[in-house]
């Protein structure tokens, strides 16, 4: 079996070695041009990858800053709106004693009476008696109506004009500026002409608008529009857009803030809101709170701008809050926010021949690494077989020795017994040492056969409850004969309390006297063997120890594996199959235990079998 194994291995290493790097050599060579394509492609993809990252972090930081500096007072182009939480800056109507009688008398003769004449003074006597903007503003826009309910359409129309010119903060209780009130009442009287140069003036206030305030101002423009067909200016018209939003913006508050998560830092995520024109986002700055909004478009230029993307091969930048298959999330400090960046066909085209060049000399490398490994494995394997090849002679050579001694011995003993000139105690001590050599043989099959069973794997183990005391002793009384012989000074210390372990006796048995044996073996000199059998920890314990020519530390390294014989004992010309210690470290294995081996040259060794006891023992 071993020939044809071995020129299977040889074989193999022999494709891997030769035609595997040629193959490897062919399917590069003609995969080249694919390869570079696609590293083209890669790299075009990493390109982008860091593109949009270094877009996001600058859009972040750029739209912090101008965050920041709403609440530090600078000027900053970007920022659009900023609404914190319980601010007014408008004048809103409130009552006044005598403005309120003066109102509530105008109301009553107005509409109860039908007394409009009447109720235009009561309402010039409110307007009079207002110390408050908003109550003066709230009494003129009365008066006006009284006034075009009692046929004063000229007096009307300067009051309602009056009311259009207005500062656009001066409010009613809704938040809608009573110049709206004017426009609207002027445009009823078809007073058209003075209506549109008074609204393009509120472009330049804030658009922090309530929702009626921003429905009003898209009535006003509808109207214009539709009724009179006339073109609001486009400044005008996106400034209703806005002022429309921020309203939307206000009522979806309570969600706004609950789905941009307050972070750590400053500011927290942002989003986009009025058609994708605007960030708006949550900012802390010191003990405020606000929603700040900023022009989206501002903060893309100058993103593109500090980034260098334009001369990194892209060409624009879109922010959505909706995505495609071209778009890519941008963060999660942008909550729902899309971009999408356009690169020129032709960015990567100056480095395709360094990637190719670069590919070319990886490709060499792989060849010349996988060539330089396949000799290594043959070399490898074939000094492994070299190695194997001078254990198994010296296996085989040890073996026929440790067969020859005994059998030698047996034969000379037994035909010396055939000649019947010896006494009976002459006799009695032939007959015990062909016994002890018989015995000796025992060992060595045993060995032969169990080391074959467990490289095979078909070694068993018939388990059972055992005293270690019992087999200990059992293997001494069988080792006696030898002891005997070799005049071995033997000392035991066995512990009276028994200790049960669940294993096979048998294999015990061998494991010890493969122990013994070794440690008679090794001490040529003074043959001193000490047997030691203890409980410790939950475990037993058993130690034989000699006091024989010891192992020096690059042996104990490898003195439990198959076929090794420390040179040592192989100078010394001490026999052995370099087996015994093996199965001995089997036979623990299998039992749950471990072997282990205290040495030292010239002063000794002690090999410690440790074995769990049974459960209900060890508790």
């Given at each position: 079996m071993t020939a044809p194994s071995s020129n299977t291995r040889r074989v193999i290493l022999a494709i891997v070695?030769?035609?595997?790097?040629?193959?490897?050599?062919?399917?590069?060579?003609?995969?080249?041009?694919?390869?570079?394509?696609?590293?083209?492609?890669?790299?075009?993809?990493?390109?982008i990858d860091a593109a949009y990252r270094d877009a996001a972090a600058s859009l972040d930081s750029l739209a912090t800053r101008a965050a920041q500096s709403a609440f530090e007072a600078i000027a900053d182009p970007s920022v659009l709106l900023v609404l914190p939480k319980g601010s007014s800056q408008t004048s809103i109507a409130a009552p006044m004693q005598a403005w309120s009688r003066a109102m509530e008398r105008g109301q009553e003769l107005e509409f109860r009476s039908n007394n409009p004449a009447s109720a235009v003074r009561a309402y010039r006597e409110a307007s009079n008696a207002a110390t408050n903007p908003a109550n003066k503003a709230a009494a003129l826009h009365a008066t006006g109506r009284a006034q075009m309910r009692s046929q004063q359409a000229e007096a009307a129309a300067q009051t309602f004009?009056?009311?259009?010119?207005?500062?656009?903060?001066?409010?009613?209780?809704?938040?809608?500026?009573?110049?709206?009130?004017?426009?609207?009442?002027?445009?009823?009287?078809?007073?058209?002409?003075?209506?549109?140069?008074?609204?393009?003036?509120?472009i330049a206030y804030p658009i922090d608008l309530t929702s009626l305030a921003a429905y009003q101002y898209r009535s006003v423009r509808d109207s214009?529009?539709?009724?009179?067909?006339?073109?609001?200016?486009?400044?005008?018209?996106?400034?209703?857009d806005d002022a429309l939003a921020v309203a939307q913006l206000k009522q979806d508050l309570p969600s706004i803030t609950s789905f941009l998560r307050v972070g750590t830092s400053e500011t927290s995520p942002w989003m986009l809101t009025n058609k994708d024109r605007w960030f708006v986002g949550q900012i802390v700055f010191g003990d405020q709170e606000a929603v700040v909004a900023l022009d989206v478009e501002m903060l893309i230029a100058q993103a593109f701008a500090s980034q260098g993307l334009q001369h990194r091969g892209f060409e624009s930048l879109v922010l959505r809050s909706s995505g495609d298959e071209a778009q890519r999330y941008l963060g999660p400090r942008f909550a729902g926010v899309f971009a999408g960046l356009v690169q020129s066909?032709?960015?990567?085209?100056?480095?395709?021949?360094?990637?190719?060049?670069?590919?070319?000399?990886?490709?060499?490398?792989?060849?010349?690494?996988?060539?330089?490994?396949?000799?290594?494995?043959?070399l490898r394997d074939t000094r492994r077989e070299l190695e194997m090849a001078r254990v198994r002679s010296e296996f085989v050579s040890s073996v026929s020795h440790e067969l020859k001694t005994p059998l030698t011995t047996i034969r000379m003993y037994a035909e010396t017994l055939r000649l019947r000139r010896q006494d009976d105690a002459t006799r009695e001590a032939y007959l015990d040492t062909i016994i002890s050599e018989s015995e000796r043989l025992?060992?060595?099959?045993?060995?032969?056969?169990?080391?074959?069973?467990?490289?095979?794997?078909?070694?068993?183990?018939?388990?059972?409850?055992?005293?270690?005391?019992?087999?200990?002793?059992?293997?001494?009384?069988?080792?006696?004969s030898i002891l005997d012989d070799q005049s071995v000074a033997l000392t035991t210390s066995i512990q009276e309390t028994p200790l049960l372990v669940d294993a096979d006796a048998d294999a015990l048995e061998q494991a010890m006297l493969n122990?013994?044996?070794?440690?008679?073996?090794?001490?040529?000199?003074?043959?001193?063997?000490?047997?030691?059998?203890?409980?410790?920890?939950?475990?037993?314990?058993i130690a034989v120890s000699d006091s024989g020519m010891g192992?020096?530390?690059?042996?104990?390294?490898?003195?439990?594996?198959?076929?090794?014989?420390?040179e040592d004992a192989q100078q010394a010309g001490i026999a052995g199959t370099g087996l015994g210690l093996s199965i001995v470290r089997h036979a623990a294995e299998a039992h749950g235990g471990t072997v282990s081996v205290q040495s030292e040259p010239g002063r000794g060794s002690t090999f410690t079998l440790s074995l769990p006891l049974a459960a209900e023992v060890a508790s």
């Open positions: 070695a030769v035609a595997l790097p040629s193959i490897t050599l062919v399917a590069l060579g003609t995969r080249l041009l694919v390869q570079e394509s696609r590293l083209a492609s890669q790299q075009q993809s990493e390109q004009e009056e009311v259009l010119y207005l500062d656009p903060n001066v409010r009613d209780e809704n938040g809608v500026p009573y110049s709206l009130y004017g426009a609207a009442s002027l445009l009823l009287m078809d007073q058209v002409e003075p209506v549109i140069p008074a609204l393009d003036t509120h214009l529009a539709i009724t009179y067909s006339y073109d609001v200016s486009e400044a005008f018209d996106q400034f209703v066909p032709d960015a990567l085209q100056a480095g395709m021949s360094a990637e190719r060049r670069l590919f070319v000399i990886l490709a060499g490398l792989l060849v010349i690494g996988l060539l330089s490994l396949g000799v290594f494995l043959l025992t060992r060595l099959m045993n060995n032969v056969l169990d080391f074959s069973r467990i490289e095979s794997g078909t070694r068993h183990y018939a388990m059972q409850r055992v005293a270690v005391q019992n087999v200990v002793q059992s293997t001494l009384n069988l080792f006696k122990l013994l044996s070794n440690a008679v073996k090794y001490s040529p000199e003074t043959k001193e063997v000490a047997v030691d059998v203890r409980g410790e920890s939950g475990r037993a314990i192992i020096s530390e690059e042996a104990r390294a490898r003195l439990f594996e198959p076929y090794f014989r420390a």
